[in-house]
């Protein structure tokens, strides 16, 4: 006997959990942003990629734009340690 429909729902189930972990991260980043925070919201961009999340085109040009912001409110580009 297998416990193949149990192995696959907790697959659905773990996938479905990182997939609303990473919308939330990405809603997240666009919330700080939105508040002027653009250090916090590429820091969420740079946890997603650190986890082996690829951002797709939206949000790899959103990280170009607060780099932008970012470099002007501190005049260096080296917002994260």
């Known amino acids: 006997m297998t416990d193949e429909p149990t192995t ?7 996938a479905r959990r990182t997939r609303d ?3 939330r991260a990405l809603e997240l980043a666009d919330a700080a942003a ?5 250090a916090e919201a590429l820091a969420w961009l740079q946890t997603l990629e650190a986890i082996g999340h690829r951002l797709d085109p939206v949000y790899e040009n959103k990280r170009a734009s607060w ?3 970012q470099d002007q409110h501190t005049g260096c580009s080296e917002w994260f340690g």
């Open 8 to 14: 696959i729902a907790r697959t659905h189930a773990g």
């Open 21 to 23: 972990a990473v919308l």
């Open 34 to 38: 939105e508040r002027g925070e653009h």
């Open 67 to 69: 780099l932008k912001l």
